[in-house]
Structure formats: C-alpha cells, structure tokens
C-alpha cells in the first residue's frame, strides 16, 4: 500500500509531511482532501479523529498531527535531521521545535489567515489582528536573531527538522506583504536563505505553488 498523505500540500502542516517526505526521497501519495464537510466525514474521522490535516498511512500504520509524522518518517528513513545519536543535540533539536510550535506559528498563523486564507475564501480582512501578531513575531525573531548570530541554524551548527519545521509557515508569511519584517533580522535571513537552498525545499516550492 505505501506512505499516503491525506490533505492538501498548500496547507502548512500538510506541507510539512510532504516536505519531510521529499528531504528523505521516498515514494508517497497524496490524498486530496477537501475543506468542509469531507473533514468530518466518517472515512476522515477514522483517519483524523479531530477532522483535521494531515492524516498519514503507513501501509496499516495510521497516524496524525504534522510534527509527529515527520518524526516518524525521519527514523524510518535514519535521517539525521533528529540528531538522535547525540542526547544533547537531539535535545537541543526538540527545544526548538517545541519554540517554533509554541512561540513562531502562533502569530505567524494569524497573519497567513488573514493576509492568504481570507481573501481567497471571501471573509473580512482584520488588519488588527495581522498588525497585533507582527509584534508578536517580531519578538520572536529578536529571540532568532540573538540564536543564530551563535550558531548557524537554530539547534547548533548543523540544519535540523527544528530548522526545516520553519519553513510552512515562513513560506507563506514570504507570499504575504509582511514579508519585510525579516529584512531587520540579517541573521535570520541568512537562516531562511539556507533552508530555501535545500533541494527539498525547491521541490516544495514547486508543490505549494502548483
């Protein structure tokens, strides 16, 4: 049966499944799954039970929420990108994917709603919101841009998931017109350029942009 997404790869946690599954070179299929009703279908909620995206299928191995797919198919494929075999990198690689859960993709989530989703679906644009989150994520990349002027990416001198978990959200924000608030942060765009130099993330770019 082979690796299947279900989903869409334009959305961010969608996309980063598809990503790790690019960054590894395995075979894979995506499942288109459509917003709306189809989400809270019976056949979705046995894949998803919170009617959400990503679901992932691994043969008979079912499995959901982004981050912990990706984990799973770096093992399976011995990626180095967990820094497994080193307790304190590994760590440290946890660390700042739990940041960029907990700290980047909240205001960055608003800011792609608003600037990306609501138009497209017809809903009114709150500029407060997008205006509230950029100094919230402005915050944050302060806190990036101290972190990597030590090191070159987030975990250490060596690009991680933590780093490459990024790139979603960033991508997204990067289509927005809020794209000049990482001109302040030359540290971080030295990150981000790294990252979208990565065949993978070539690949992706050509994904998300289909």
């Not at 790294?194 to 289909?210: D, F, G, H, Q």
């Given at each position: 049966?082979?690796?299947?997404?279900?989903?869409?790869?334009?959305?961010?946690?969608?996309?980063?499944?598809?990503?790790?599954?690019?960054?590894?070179?395995?075979?894979?299929?995506?499942?288109?799954?459509?917003?709306?009703?189809?989400?809270?279908?019976?056949?979705?909620?046995?894949?998803?039970?919170?009617?959400?995206?990503?679901?992932?299928?691994?043969?008979?191995?079912?499995?959901?929420?982004?981050?912990?797919?990706?984990?799973?198919?770096?093992?399976?494929?011995?990626?180095?990108?967990?820094?497994?075999?080193?307790?304190?990198?590994?760590?440290?690689?946890?660390?700042?994917?739990?940041?960029?859960?907990?700290?980047?993709?909240?205001?960055?989530?608003?800011?792609?709603?608003?600037?990306?989703?609501?138009?497209?679906?017809?809903?009114?644009?709150?500029?407060?919101?997008?205006?509230?989150?950029?100094?919230?994520?402005?915050?944050?990349?302060?806190?990036?841009?101290?972190?990597?002027?030590?090191?070159?990416?987030?975990?250490?001198?060596?690009?991680?998931?933590?780093?490459?978990s990024h790139f979603?959200?960033?991508?997204?924000?990067?289509?927005?017109?809020?794209?000049?608030?990482?001109?302040?942060?030359?540290?971080v765009k030295a990150?981000?350029?790294?990252?979208?130099?990565?065949?993978?993330?070539?690949?992706?770019?050509?994904?998300?942009?289909?």
């Open positions: 049966m082979g690796m299947k997404v279900y989903g869409t790869p334009q959305a961010t946690n969608v996309a980063r499944v598809v990503m790790i599954l690019e960054e590894v070179g395995a075979e894979y299929e995506v499942v288109l799954v459509e917003f709306g009703t189809e989400l809270k279908s019976p056949a979705h909620l046995a894949r998803n039970p919170f009617g959400q995206i990503p679901a992932f299928q691994d043969d008979d191995f079912m499995l959901f929420e982004s981050r912990a797919i990706s984990r799973y198919i770096l093992r399976k494929y011995k990626s180095d990108l967990l820094r497994i075999d080193d307790p304190k990198e590994a760590t440290l690689v946890n660390v700042w994917l739990d940041v960029e859960y907990g700290q980047y993709n909240p205001p960055a989530g608003v800011i792609i709603y608003n600037a990306l989703v609501k138009p497209i679906i017809g809903q009114v644009v709150d500029q407060q919101a997008i205006d509230n989150n950029l100094e919230k994520l402005k915050k944050v990349l302060e806190v990036y841009e101290a972190r990597l002027s030590q090191c070159k990416y987030l975990a250490g001198d060596f690009i991680s998931f933590a780093d490459l979603p959200c960033t991508y997204c924000i990067m289509l927005t017109q809020y794209k000049s608030v990482f001109d302040s942060y030359p540290h990150w981000w350029e790294a990252i979208m130099a990565r065949p993978s993330i070539k690949r992706m770019v050509e994904i998300m942009s289909a």
